[in-house]
Protein backbone atom coordinates (compact mmCIF):
# COMPACT_ATOMS: atom_id res chain seq x y z
CA UNK A 1 0.00 0.00 0.00
CA UNK A 2 2.85 2.15 1.01
CA UNK A 3 4.85 1.24 -2.09
CA UNK A 4 1.54 2.55 -4.13
CA UNK A 5 1.22 6.19 -2.61
CA UNK A 6 4.74 6.64 -3.25
CA UNK A 7 4.25 5.60 -6.76
CA UNK A 8 1.17 7.89 -7.34
CA UNK A 9 2.89 10.62 -5.37
CA UNK A 10 6.25 10.06 -7.27
CA UNK A 11 4.07 10.06 -10.55
CA UNK A 12 1.96 13.29 -9.31
CA UNK A 13 5.46 15.07 -8.61
CA UNK A 14 6.68 14.11 -12.52
CA UNK A 15 3.85 15.63 -13.71
CA UNK A 16 4.16 18.91 -11.93
CA UNK A 17 7.67 19.09 -13.02
CA UNK A 18 6.97 18.64 -16.38
CA UNK A 19 4.05 21.43 -16.20
CA UNK A 20 5.84 23.39 -14.09
CA UNK A 21 9.28 23.65 -16.47
CA UNK A 22 6.54 24.13 -19.62
CA UNK A 23 5.51 27.23 -18.16
CA UNK A 24 8.85 28.46 -17.51
CA UNK A 25 9.87 27.93 -20.95
CA UNK A 26 10.10 30.19 -23.33
CA UNK A 27 7.52 30.69 -25.77
CA UNK A 28 9.27 31.94 -29.17
CA UNK A 29 6.49 34.33 -31.20
CA UNK A 30 7.39 34.87 -35.16
CA UNK A 31 6.72 38.81 -35.82
CA UNK A 32 3.66 39.99 -37.13
CA UNK A 33 2.86 42.47 -39.86
CA UNK A 34 -0.30 45.26 -39.85
CA UNK A 35 -2.74 44.19 -42.43
CA UNK A 36 -3.77 47.21 -45.00
CA UNK A 37 -1.42 49.85 -46.59
CA UNK A 38 2.49 50.43 -45.03
CA UNK A 39 2.74 53.72 -44.09
CA UNK A 40 5.19 56.38 -45.36
CA UNK A 41 7.42 58.20 -43.05
CA UNK A 42 4.64 61.47 -43.37
CA UNK A 43 2.25 59.00 -42.58
CA UNK A 44 0.34 60.03 -45.74
CA UNK A 45 -0.46 56.42 -47.82
CA UNK A 46 -2.33 57.59 -51.33
CA UNK A 47 -4.05 54.81 -53.01
CA UNK A 48 -5.69 54.28 -56.35
CA UNK A 49 -9.40 54.12 -54.52
CA UNK A 50 -10.91 50.44 -54.38
CA UNK A 51 -7.17 48.87 -55.70
CA UNK A 52 -5.01 49.20 -52.87
CA UNK A 53 -1.82 50.20 -55.16
CA UNK A 54 0.23 53.04 -53.23
CA UNK A 55 1.19 55.76 -55.68
CA UNK A 56 4.67 56.42 -56.44
CA UNK A 57 5.23 59.18 -59.14
CA UNK A 58 8.05 58.71 -62.24
CA UNK A 59 11.29 59.55 -61.07
CA UNK A 60 10.57 60.66 -57.23
CA UNK A 61 10.80 58.13 -54.54
CA UNK A 62 8.30 57.14 -51.02
CA UNK A 63 10.07 56.31 -47.67
CA UNK A 64 8.50 54.00 -45.74
CA UNK A 65 8.65 53.47 -41.92
CA UNK A 66 8.48 49.53 -41.28
CA UNK A 67 8.50 49.67 -37.83
CA UNK A 68 5.09 50.78 -38.19
CA UNK A 69 3.65 47.95 -39.50
CA UNK A 70 5.38 44.99 -37.53
CA UNK A 71 4.84 43.68 -33.92
CA UNK A 72 6.86 40.82 -31.97
CA UNK A 73 5.53 39.57 -28.74
CA UNK A 74 9.23 38.64 -27.71
CA UNK A 75 11.30 40.77 -30.01
CA UNK A 76 12.13 44.29 -30.04
CA UNK A 77 11.42 46.38 -33.20
CA UNK A 78 14.99 47.37 -33.00
CA UNK A 79 15.69 43.38 -33.15
CA UNK A 80 13.96 42.54 -36.49
CA UNK A 81 15.60 42.45 -39.37
CA UNK A 82 14.50 43.52 -42.76
CA UNK A 83 14.63 42.30 -46.68
CA UNK A 84 13.07 43.39 -49.94
CA UNK A 85 12.27 41.82 -52.78
CA UNK A 86 11.16 44.47 -55.41
CA UNK A 87 9.32 43.65 -58.26
CA UNK A 88 10.31 45.43 -61.96
CA UNK A 89 10.55 48.90 -62.61
CA UNK A 90 11.79 49.49 -59.27
CA UNK A 91 14.58 50.40 -57.25
CA UNK A 92 14.97 50.04 -53.31
CA UNK A 93 17.17 50.70 -50.77
CA UNK A 94 17.00 49.68 -47.02
CA UNK A 95 18.45 51.70 -44.29
CA UNK A 96 17.47 50.04 -40.58
CA UNK A 97 13.70 50.19 -40.59
CA UNK A 98 13.40 53.03 -43.09
CA UNK A 99 12.70 51.58 -47.06
CA UNK A 100 13.30 54.00 -49.83
CA UNK A 101 11.38 52.98 -53.26
CA UNK A 102 11.23 54.54 -55.82
CA UNK A 103 11.12 53.98 -59.93
CA UNK A 104 13.91 53.15 -62.52
CA UNK A 105 14.76 56.27 -64.48
CA UNK A 106 11.77 57.24 -66.48
CA UNK A 107 9.34 54.19 -66.07
CA UNK A 108 5.76 54.12 -65.16
CA UNK A 109 3.50 51.31 -64.55
CA UNK A 110 2.20 48.71 -62.28
CA UNK A 111 4.95 46.47 -59.69
CA UNK A 112 5.11 45.26 -56.04
CA UNK A 113 7.40 45.02 -53.31
CA UNK A 114 7.68 42.34 -50.77
CA UNK A 115 9.06 43.20 -47.40
CA UNK A 116 10.03 40.32 -44.89
CA UNK A 117 10.59 40.88 -41.35
CA UNK A 118 12.94 38.52 -39.52
CA UNK A 119 13.24 37.90 -35.74
CA UNK A 120 17.06 37.07 -34.07
CA UNK A 121 15.66 33.14 -34.41
CA UNK A 122 15.16 33.16 -37.95
CA UNK A 123 11.34 33.27 -37.27
CA UNK A 124 9.73 35.33 -40.57
CA UNK A 125 6.65 36.88 -41.97
CA UNK A 126 6.29 38.48 -45.46
CA UNK A 127 3.95 41.57 -46.82
CA UNK A 128 3.62 42.49 -50.65
CA UNK A 129 3.08 45.76 -50.80
CA UNK A 130 1.45 46.65 -54.59
CA UNK A 131 3.02 50.16 -56.23
CA UNK A 132 1.28 51.94 -59.43
CA UNK A 133 4.23 54.47 -60.79
CA UNK A 134 2.73 57.29 -62.67
CA UNK A 135 3.21 59.96 -64.75
CA UNK A 136 0.26 62.51 -64.29
CA UNK A 137 1.45 66.12 -64.07
CA UNK A 138 0.54 68.52 -66.66
CA UNK A 139 0.08 72.22 -66.88
CA UNK A 140 -1.99 73.53 -69.50
CA UNK A 141 -2.27 77.21 -70.69
CA UNK A 142 -4.97 77.67 -73.62
CA UNK A 143 -2.77 78.95 -76.60
CA UNK A 144 0.45 77.48 -75.38
CA UNK A 145 1.99 81.35 -75.14
CA UNK A 146 1.35 84.23 -73.34
CA UNK A 147 0.64 87.36 -75.07
CA UNK A 148 1.35 91.01 -73.47
CA UNK A 149 1.99 94.26 -74.24
CA UNK A 150 4.82 96.32 -73.82
CA UNK A 151 4.54 98.28 -70.42
CA UNK A 152 1.32 96.22 -69.53
CA UNK A 153 0.29 94.01 -66.74
CA UNK A 154 -2.11 90.73 -67.78
CA UNK A 155 -3.43 87.98 -65.45
CA UNK A 156 -3.20 84.57 -66.79
CA UNK A 157 -4.94 81.39 -65.72
CA UNK A 158 -3.32 77.99 -66.25
CA UNK A 159 -4.90 74.80 -65.46
CA UNK A 160 -2.58 71.91 -63.66
CA UNK A 161 -3.45 68.15 -63.17
CA UNK A 162 -2.25 65.61 -60.79
CA UNK A 163 -2.85 62.11 -59.67
CA UNK A 164 -6.54 62.37 -57.22
CA UNK A 165 -5.71 63.03 -53.96
CA UNK A 166 -1.92 64.43 -54.59
CA UNK A 167 -3.22 68.05 -55.18
CA UNK A 168 -3.23 69.46 -51.81
CA UNK A 169 0.79 68.65 -51.28
CA UNK A 170 2.03 70.45 -54.00
CA UNK A 171 4.23 73.64 -52.96
CA UNK A 172 4.69 75.98 -55.81
CA UNK A 173 7.90 77.90 -55.94
CA UNK A 174 7.97 81.47 -57.05
CA UNK A 175 7.84 82.13 -60.56
CA UNK A 176 11.40 82.92 -62.38
CA UNK A 177 11.70 85.19 -65.16
CA UNK A 178 14.59 86.98 -67.24
CA UNK A 179 14.31 90.62 -65.44
CA UNK A 180 15.39 91.69 -68.88
CA UNK A 181 11.80 91.02 -70.42
CA UNK A 182 9.81 91.48 -67.24
CA UNK A 183 9.52 93.73 -64.36
CA UNK A 184 7.43 91.20 -61.91
CA UNK A 185 5.37 87.62 -61.98
CA UNK A 186 3.15 86.67 -59.69
CA UNK A 187 1.47 83.61 -58.68
CA UNK A 188 -2.07 82.20 -57.29
CA UNK A 189 -2.70 78.69 -56.53
CA UNK A 190 -5.87 77.35 -56.56
CA UNK A 191 -7.06 73.26 -56.54
CA UNK A 192 -6.58 72.98 -59.87
CA UNK A 193 -5.24 75.95 -61.10
CA UNK A 194 -3.28 79.22 -61.30
CA UNK A 195 -3.21 82.52 -61.75
CA UNK A 196 -0.17 84.31 -63.43
CA UNK A 197 0.45 88.16 -62.70
CA UNK A 198 2.98 89.52 -65.27
CA UNK A 199 4.05 92.78 -65.86
CA UNK A 200 6.40 93.53 -68.85
CA UNK A 201 8.82 95.99 -69.54
CA UNK A 202 8.42 98.79 -72.33
CA UNK A 203 10.48 96.52 -74.83
CA UNK A 204 9.06 94.10 -77.53
CA UNK A 205 10.51 91.29 -77.70
CA UNK A 206 9.97 86.72 -76.43
CA UNK A 207 10.92 85.57 -72.89
CA UNK A 208 9.52 83.09 -70.79
CA UNK A 209 8.32 81.77 -67.40
CA UNK A 210 9.64 79.60 -65.59
CA UNK A 211 7.63 77.39 -62.92
CA UNK A 212 8.37 74.54 -60.52
CA UNK A 213 6.31 72.56 -58.14
CA UNK A 214 7.09 70.04 -55.04
CA UNK A 215 5.65 67.07 -54.33
CA UNK A 216 7.42 66.39 -51.18
CA UNK A 217 5.81 63.11 -50.50
CA UNK A 218 6.74 61.97 -53.44
CA UNK A 219 10.11 63.75 -53.09
CA UNK A 220 10.00 64.78 -56.85
CA UNK A 221 10.02 68.56 -58.71
CA UNK A 222 7.92 69.26 -61.56
CA UNK A 223 9.27 71.26 -64.10
CA UNK A 224 7.39 73.90 -66.44
CA UNK A 225 7.88 76.47 -69.00
CA UNK A 226 5.62 79.37 -70.58
CA UNK A 227 6.96 81.32 -73.48
CA UNK A 228 5.64 85.13 -73.57
CA UNK A 229 5.40 87.53 -76.49
CA UNK A 230 5.87 90.81 -75.70
CA UNK A 231 4.12 92.65 -78.51
CA UNK A 232 1.84 95.79 -79.76
Request: proline fraction near 7%; glycine fraction near 6%.
Amino acid sequence: MVRSVLAVLVGLLAVCLLVFCACRSNVDFPPALEPGAVPDTALVVKTIPGSGYVNISKNGYRVFNLDSIVTDDDDEDSDISWSLSPGPLLNVNLKDSLAEIGPLPNQAGESYVVFTATDPLGLSVSKTCPILVFDEFRVDTLLGTIAIKPDSTKRVAVAYGYRDGLEPGLEWEEPQIDTAWLKTCSLSVKPDSLVLTVEARDSSGTTGIYLAVDDPVNHVTFHHSIPVAIQQ
